[in-house]
Every structure is written in C-alpha cells, then in structure tokens.
C-alpha cells in the first residue's frame, strides 16, 4: 500500500512554466460535475470540445448529459506520478473556459463523497 502522493507541487510547477499568463485550473467548486472523483483535481464548467482525453486519457472523460456530444469533461482517477500530473495539467492548459479546480481536497468530505 502506498501512501498519498501529492500532485499539487508538481501541478504549480507545470503551471507556471506552461501558461505563466493566465489562471488554467479556476474551476468553482459548487459547479463542479458530480461525476469527479475524490482528490485536488475535478472538471466544473468545462467546454464540450473533448480535448482534455487527447492529453490525459488515463484521468479524463466526458458525460453526455445534454446529449448530441455537449457534455462536459471530469476527473475519474487522479493522478500519482509527476508524469500523469504533467498529462493532467496539459489537458487543463488546452480546456478553454479553464474550467478545471485543483482545489478539491479543501472540499472534499465524506458526504460530498458519498452524493
């Protein structure tokens, strides 16, 4: 069993060398989709291009909520290595309302989990 690996640092790190102008992950909690797991990163108000799998297949997939392909995108597993963080932020990069949190582990609890 491995105990937690914190992506964030290497998260700001990545930020900063990638897109040093502008804010990628200002996602908003309470607009977050449902479908997120537990952990820093989630999709809220993203586009409905499906560009975030091109970059993080292993972490990023789509709803169809609205049908005709207008879903959103989401976070179905977090990352654990420096590399699938790199994966994860460059998705972000390209999402274009920056619609993406990385701010989830302040929300997180046990009820937020369990809905």
């Known amino acids: 069993m491995h105990g937690y690996w914190d992506p964030l640092p290497t998260a700001r790190q990545l930020v900063v060398t990638a897109e040093p102008t502008r804010e990628v ?3 908003i909690w309470p607009e977050r989709n449902w479908r997120n797991v537990p952990g820093p990163f989630y999709g809220a108000a993203t586009d409905s291009m499906a560009t975030g799998r091109l970059d993080a297949p292993h972490h990023i997939a789509y709803d169809d909520e609205y049908g005709g392909g207008f879903g959103t995108e989401f976070v179905y597993r977090q990352p654990v290595s420096k590399a699938e963080t790199g994966a994860l932020v460059s998705a972000a990069c390209m999402e274009l309302y ?3 949190g990385w701010d989830g582990d302040d929300h ?6 369990r809905a």
């Open 25 to 27: 992950f200002s996602g």
């Open 98 to 100: 920056s619609g993406y």
């Open 108 to 113: 997180w609890t046990p009820d937020t989990v």
